[in-house]
């Protein structure tokens, strides 16, 4: 089976940076698109960032766009989030997730994997 692992999560200020990684296993991932979902306390999931099988194409929620960056190393079979200017607004439980497709989703029901979480908490 397959397996998603986040990592990187944490207490950080308003301002700040993190890094999340996702590391898999079980299979390689690297001809399958990726994302990154979070979900707030009493909000549903929701998307942030997802990208293709090969990394040249992203795409990012709005409320992210200029402050995170989706990457992916598929020789390691690993995804990050790097988020930089962190806000009380992106306290979450963050989530990676995998397709059985290779082209760009933002689509929850694209992602048949699923990670446990990483929670990351934004303070003022």
């Known amino acids: 089976q397959v397996q998603l692992v986040e990592s990187g999560g944490g207490l950080v200020q308003a301002g700040g940076s993190l890094r999340l990684s996702c590391a898999a296993s079980g299979r390689t991932l690297s001809g399958v698109a990726m994302g990154w979902f979070r979900q707030a306390p009493g909000k549903d999931r929701a998307f942030v960032a997802a990208?293709?099988?090969?990394?040249?194409?992203?795409t990012y929620a709005d409320s992210v766009k200029g402050r995170f960056t989706i990457s992916r190393d598929n020789s390691n079979n690993t995804m990050y989030l790097q988020m930089n200017s962190l806000k009380p607004g992106d306290t979450a439980v963050y989530y990676c997730?995998?397709?059985?497709?290779?082209?760009?989703?933002?689509?929850?029901?694209?992602?048949?994997?699923w990670g446990k979480g990483t929670l990351v908490t934004v303070s003022s």
């Open positions: 997730a995998a397709a059985e497709i290779g082209a760009l989703t933002r689509n929850y029901y694209d992602m048949n994997y």
């Open positions: 990208i293709n099988w090969s990394g040249a194409a992203t």
